[in-house]
């Protein structure tokens, strides 16, 4: 059977009260009786009755809606976030709308608008690597939507940031090649102008300054992922028989470089040791296991979303932006 029943008014006559006695036995009200609550409440959930959450927002202002822009949904540490915001917000009483922008620019700037069209409360980014223009952010600042920045960030904009410590993961990392023997470290880096490509070069430039050994551009190759491993594979192979390990700025490029150097006769980490960042389910995967630094991706979604909802429940409160730096753990397994 098909009900109709669309709102507090259709509730109301059903059980012959009014339409206040309804909305606060909902909302569970001390002065409405414990008796009546439970007949109200019993009725609602037989219908299948849902508050409209258009109007809702429209009373208050407010859609109760999240904005969340990410490089890679199906990226673990991307989605270990995502779980994060989820489990909080949701507790809190808001909904999440996802966006992926897929590392493109464009896709990053007609989510952004598509969000802000949905009437989004406030704003969750991770921002994509080609990402070179910041007015889009600007924009949403501007209108003043809150927005906290997480991984990723956009120094062109004062806002809340939830990061790891990639510097010190990088340090870590590198400092654990070069107590195990290894000179000759090659970095596969992510681009510069982002800042998590630039601390984890800082890191390992650092741990070898730290070790007395020489920072040579030659050992410094932007390439941050599978298919840049497989461009860069002849100068790859070139440099292979004079180095003695690879810090690779994620762990994805790390298990491809890995593999290639494999696939050529070299022995990890015999030869060769191999080491990542991010901790990837796949690390555990690979053989031989990959050494890399673990991101509590969980722990930072959890906290940027926290971030978030305090500002919109306290508009009115001064507060200055603040950074949240998660540390980051080195994992020792087999490729280092």
Do not use: W
């Amino acid at each position: 059977m098909k009900h109709n029943i669309t709102s507090i008014n259709d509730i109301a006559r059903a059980l012959g009260v009014s339409a206040s006695t309804v909305s606060r036995a909902l909302k569970d009200h001390p002065d409405i009786s414990r008796e009546t609550r439970a007949r109200v409440q019993a009725f609602a959930r037989s219908v299948n009755y849902r508050p409209n959450a258009l109007a809702l927002g429209l009373k208050q202002q407010r859609s109760f809606t999240l904005g969340i822009i990410l490089p890679e949904i199906v990226h673990h540490f991307f989605s270990t976030i995502i779980s994060g915001i989820e489990d909080l917000a949701y507790s809190k009483g808001y909904r999440l709308m996802i966006c992926q922008s897929n590392e493109e620019f464009e896709r990053e700037r007609i989510n952004l608008q598509a969000l802000l069209d949905h009437r989004v409360d406030g704003l969750l980014i991770s921002m994509s690597k080609n990402t070179f223009e910041f007015d889009h952010f600007k924009h949403a600042v501007e209108h003043g939507l809150p927005l906290v920045f997480l991984d990723r960030v956009c120094k062109d904009i004062e806002t809340d940031r939830v990061v790891t410590d990639d510097f010190q993961g990088a340090h870590l990392v590198t400092t654990h090649l070069i107590r195990t023997g290894r000179q000759r470290i090659l970095h596969l880096a992510a681009p510069q102008h982002l800042a998590i490509g630039r601390k984890r070069l800082q890191g390992y430039s650092e741990a070898l300054a730290d070790h007395n050994i020489g920072l040579s551009d030659e050992l410094i190759l932007q390439c941050d992922t599978p298919t840049q491993v497989l461009a860069n594979r002849e100068k790859i192979l070139s440099l292979a028989p004079t180095i003695d390990g690879i810090f690779a700025v994620n762990d994805f490029t790390a298990i491809a470089v890995m593999q290639l150097l494999q696939e050529n006769g070299f022995v990890v980490p015999a030869d060769i040791a191999v080491a990542g960042f991010g901790d990837d389910p796949i690390a555990l995967i690979a053989r031989p296991k990959l050494t890399t630094v673990e991101q509590k991706g969980y722990d930072m979604g959890k906290e940027a979303v926290r971030m978030l909802i305090e500002r919109l429940e306290n508009p009115d409160k001064e507060k200055g932006f603040e950074t949240k730096t998660f540390s980051a753990t080195l994992k020792l397994r087999e490729s280092a």
